[in-house]
T-cell receptor
Framework: DAGVIQSPRHEVTEMGQEVTLRCKPI?????LFWYRQTMMRGLELLIY????????DSGMPEDRFSAKMPNASFSTLKIQPSEPRDSAVYFC???????????????FGPGTRLTVL | GQQLNQSPQSMFIQEGEDVSMNCTSS?????WLWYKQDPGEGPVLLIA?????ELTSNGRLTAQFGITRKDSFLNISASIPSDVGIYFC?????????????FGGGTRVLVKP
């Protein structure tokens, strides 16, 4: 079974450029989460969707960050313009709504390592 | 930022040894989770705990939900080389406080040279 797919796996860009990270959740999952992982701040939730609708984006650090989920099988996280402090590993995770706590048993993708020079 | 204190930050293991790590919080949680992250991969859930005092095992892993609801422990028995990685705890106040998971800073488990 295919897990959560993220692309690209590595991205190196220059400050000021637009960056788009992509995520394909596990088929049939109806929750999708975007996280950022840094040494200083650990793993932080940026935004999550339920049935393609953004539910909580309070973790999005600034207006430079935006996320969309146009359909059940695709989501993007965009940073425009990018800054060096955005350098981090960005994870996408998905989960099937089984009527229990949707935060447990999230399946994480392999992450996108972003470096902004 | 991080609100969970996870310790130790790193540790060396020798094959066959038992390993322990813990996570403490200044506030209570009603769900504790333990994850393992291998290099270049995302975290994978190991154990979920839902009740104070609960002790749950998954193979050689055992985790406990502290009775104060402010801490949790993970033990690995008879460690093997593939236990190397970063272990994260996460706490949640489910159905309150936005439901979000709060993650610890991780315990990096390394093999003794």
């Amino acid at each position: 079974d295919a897990g959560v797919i993220q692309s690209p796996r590595h991205e190196v860009t220059e400050m000021g450029q637009e960056v788009t990270l992509r995520c394909k959740p596990i088929s049939g999952h109806d929750y999708l989460f975007w996280y950022r992982q840094t040494m200083m701040r650990g793993l932080e939730l940026l935004i999550y969707f339920n049935n393609n609708v953004p539910i909580d984006d309070s973790g999005m650090p600034e207006d430079r960050f935006s996320a969309k989920m146009p359909n059940a099988s695709f989501s993007t996280l965009k940073i425009q313009p990018s800054e060096p402090r955005d350098s981090a590993v960005y994870f996408c995770a998905s989960r099937l709504d089984s009527g229990t706590n949707p935060w447990v048993e999230q399946f994480f993708g392999p992450g996108t390592r972003l470096t902004v020079l | 930022g991080q609100q969970l204190n996870q310790s130790p930050q790193s540790m060396f293991i020798q094959e066959g040894e038992d390993v322990s790590m813990n996570c403490t919080s200044s506030s209570i949680f009603n769900t504790w989770l333990w994850y393992k992250q291998d290099p270049g991969e995302g975290p994978v859930l190991l154990i979920a705990l839902y009740k104070a005092g609960e002790l749950t095992s998954n193979g050689r892993l055992t985790a406990q939900f502290g009775i104060t609801r402010k801490d949790s422990f993970l033990n690995i028995s008879a460690s093997i080389p593939s236990d190397v990685g970063i272990y994260f705890c996460a706490g949640q106040l489910y159905k309150a406080a936005g439901n979000k998971l709060t993650f610890g800073g991780g315990t990096r488990v390394l093999v003794k040279p």
